[in-house]
């Protein structure tokens, strides 16, 4: 299911302030990474778990990798038109 990724940009359009949710529907509730176990030396985990309604999410990479990482995917997103699609799919 994964986190839900909402974002906002800043006056010169880049992207600013991202935050993670919980993707339960209905449940809404913002969400923080915590450092999970290391899947190997060199791999961290975030945790991502919500105190609402217990969804846990771990994924790959420490939280600023993660954060890196979801940024890079958004502004690749909004340069194609996977985004029309992505939004068409709901
Ligand atoms: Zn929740």
Do not use: E, I, N, Q
């Given at each position: 299911m994964g986190v839900l990724w909402r974002w906002r940009y800043d006056y010169t359009g880049q992207i600013n302030g991202l935050h993670s949710f919980c993707p339960v529907a209905n449940c809404d509730m913002q969400i923080y990474g915590v450092f999970g176990p290391?899947?190997?030396?060199y791999q961290p985990t975030t945790e991502y778990v919500c105190d609402r309604c217990g969804h846990r999410e771990t994924v790959v990479g420490s939280q600023e990798q993660i954060e890196d990482r979801v940024t890079r995917e958004i502004q690749r997103l909004l340069r194609t038109e996977t985004w029309q699609h992505a939004l068409a799919g709901r």
């Open positions: 290391y899947r190997g030396p």
